[in-house]
């Protein structure tokens, strides 16, 4: 079963308009984290947010805000007023069990959104 | 600030020859991964490592080797190339301590196996 599913290959969004990328998770941990990274035509992955399982509140960053619903096990990124250079691929990527208990928690990507920012 | 550096950033190779792939981090993060990305499949974990001389398989570890003599350099060999490892791959590093949530990125080796 996949990790993390990302059902929107691609995307299209008005400039200045907002957009959610969907994202879901499987997990039996209690702890874990969310991340989103971004990557432009250019090939390099840019950090974008992050949301721990135990945070209450949702991640913002900017334009960028997590929508964490933890039964739902969604966390969709939502980029508000779109500009022209957030064009890119997006992936969702978990991180698995306690942050410093010894072990190395995997990382686990999606299949990534590219999305298309129209003028 | 040089992060993760990657070398080489392209290379073209016939089936059958051997390569490296050198990473190389200069934030004294513990960890370190490998990761290759394909169209369509997203990042999918080679190898990784917690320290020096401790390494592990990730998903897709055959057809790979790694080795982490020092802190700061995680290479990766390809021992016997074949078309099937064309792919694009990513170093990427992180701490072991607080806040050791982000995994930072080199700019990636593309690599085409002929």
């Known amino acids: 079963a996949q990790k993390i599913t990302q059902t929107q290959p691609g995307m299209f969004v008005q400039e200045k308009e907002a957009v959610t990328l969907d994202c879901t998770y499987d997990?039996?941990?209690?702890?874990?984290?969310l991340f989103w990274y971004k990557q432009p035509s250019s090939g390099e992955m840019i950090f974008l947010i992050y949301?721990?399982?135990?945070?209450?509140q949702n991640a913002t960053e900017g334009r960028y805000s997590l929508n964490f619903q933890k039964a739902r096990k969604s966390a969709n990124l939502v980029i508000s007023a779109s500009q022209l250079g957030d064009s890119a691929m997006y992936f969702c990527?978990?991180?698995?069990?306690?942050?410093?208990?010894?072990?190395?928690?995997?990382?686990?990507f999606g299949t990534g959104t590219k999305l298309q920012v129209i003028p | 600030n040089a992060g993760v550096t990657q070398t080489p950033k392209f290379q073209v190779l016939k089936t059958g020859q051997s390569m490296t792939l050198q990473c190389a981090q200069d934030?004294?993060?513990?960890?370190m991964s490998w990761y290759r990305q394909d169209p369509g499949m997203g990042l999918r974990l080679i190898h990784y490592?917690?320290?020096?001389?401790?390494?592990d398989q990730g998903e897709v570890p055959n057809g790979y080797n790694v080795s982490r003599s020092t802190t700061e350099d995680f290479p990766l060999r390809l021992l016997s190339a074949a078309p099937s490892q064309t792919s694009v791959y990513f170093c990427?590093?992180?701490?072991?301590?607080?806040?050791?949530?982000?995994?930072?990125f080199g700019a990636g080796s593309r690599l085409t196996v002929l």
């Open positions: 990427a590093s992180r701490s072991g301590g607080p806040g050791a949530n982000v995994l930072t």
């Open positions: 997990t039996s941990d209690q702890s874990y984290g």
């Open positions: 949301q721990g399982s135990y945070d209450e």
């Open positions: 990527a978990m991180r698995e069990g306690f942050l410093n208990s010894g072990g190395y928690q995997k990382v686990t």
């Open positions: 934030m004294n993060h513990e960890y």
């Open positions: 490592s917690v320290g020096a001389g401790i390494t």
